[in-house]
């Protein structure tokens, strides 16, 4: 998104203002480069109160300040997107994890050589 925004940030705003449903998934799983906090502040800011927005995130709200490297933008993001949010906390084991498990208990690869089925 930063190197987006370098490039036209008007016109990069525009992508993630438009749509009725902006979903953001995996919030925070990397850190963002310098500055992105802001942009992201940008475009929920104009959001807010006027289209949805839903993010998803494995990391805990008081670490986003941290990890985005802008606590102001941080608590002005979580300021306005937690006004009229509706959390909610999934705990349990990563369903991808359940299903490589699934997946590998009595079963093998199959490679596609006639001799390895025999």
Known sequence: ?????????????????????LIIDGMRMKQLP???????FEIIMRRH???STMMTTN????????????????SAILDR???????????????RLKNAEKCSKGTTAATGSAAEKD
């Open 34 to 40: 310098n500055h992105s906090g802001e942009y992201l």
């Open 49 to 51: 109160e006027v289209r």
């Open 1 to 21: 998104m930063h190197e987006e925004a370098l490039s036209g940030e008007e016109k990069v705003l525009a992508r993630y203002l438009r749509p009725g449903l």
């Open 81 to 95: 997107f937690l006004q009229s949010a509706e959390i909610m906390k999934i705990t349990g084991r990563s369903y």
């Open 59 to 74: 990391r805990p709200l008081e670490d986003w300040g941290k990890l985005t490297g802008d606590f102001p933008s941080a």
